[in-house]
């Protein structure tokens, strides 16, 4: 199984400056056959299900601000929130889809101001 | 609109079983995988398991083989998640989510449905 580390566990930025979330999986997530890395990352707010935000590690769903990005590739990962809104206050979570359909979570990173 | 639509919350003694329902609508129901992840009190997410929506056919996380059994209706466009043998670290919310064809991830999630073991 592909385990999912995120770090760090907690984080708090001010409003306005950047906040840096990582995430690293015990194997390679990059599939060579399409040079397509299979990880997305997802927003939980309280009393919510996930929001996507991220897939294939840096392609932005429709809708979501482009202040985050995500960057990274095989084993390592990162998103990035260029400039912190009150709204990004949430859980953070990557998920890695490489070896489907056994989906694996990241433990969560929990963003505050 | 594509929505998935869950059962209301369960509280069950030890030793029970439960089954969520997660009812589909606006899209064609065979064209997509349906997963389950659940989600402890104050914990993270946890994949339970994925069922083909064609077939019936599933894959389950290694720790539920055996516990945890999806089927689907397909003619009401819905699937189910049955945990037997419940014990209190099943509490949990269990949220039922769609694959998406083009992209492989959870584009559409269902509300969520809080499962409560309790003696």
């Known amino acids: 199984d592909i385990v999912m580390t995120q770090s760090p566990d907690s984080l708090a930025v001010s409003l306005g400056e950047r906040a840096t979330i990582n995430c690293k999986s015990s194997?390679?997530?990059?599939?060579?056959?399409?040079?397509?890395?299979?990880l997305a990352w997802y927003q939980q707010k309280p009393g919510q299900p996930p929001k996507l935000l991220i897939y294939w590690a840096s392609t932005r769903e429709s809708g979501v601000p482009d202040r985050f990005s995500g960057s990274g590739s095989g084993t390592d990962f990162t998103l990035t929130i260029s400039s912190l809104q009150a709204e990004d206050v949430a859980l953070y979570y990557c998920?890695?889809?490489?070896?489907?359909?056994?989906?694996?979570f990241g433990q969560g990173t929990k963003l505050e101001i | 609109q594509v929505q998935l639509a869950q059962s209301g919350a369960e509280v069950k003694k030890p030793g029970a079983s439960v089954k969520v329902s997660c009812k589909a609508s606006g899209y064609i129901f065979t064209a997509n995988y349906i997963h389950w992840v659940r989600q402890a009190p104050g914990q993270g997410l946890e994949w339970v398991g994925r069922?083909?929506?064609?077939?019936?056919?599933?894959n389950y996380a290694q720790k539920f083989l055996g516990r945890v059994t999806l089927t689907k209706d397909t003619s009401i466009s819905t699937v189910y998640l049955e945990v037997s043998g419940l014990n209190s670290d099943d509490t949990a919310v269990y949220y039922c989510a769609r694959e998406s064809l083009a992209i492989l991830v959870y584009d559409y999630w269902g509300q969520g449905t809080l499962v409560t073991v309790s003696s």
């Open positions: 998920l890695q889809y490489y070896s489907t359909p056994l989906y694996s």
């Open positions: 194997q390679s997530v990059l599939y060579n056959s399409n040079n397509k890395n299979y």
């Open positions: 069922i083909n929506p064609v077939g019936g056919g599933a």
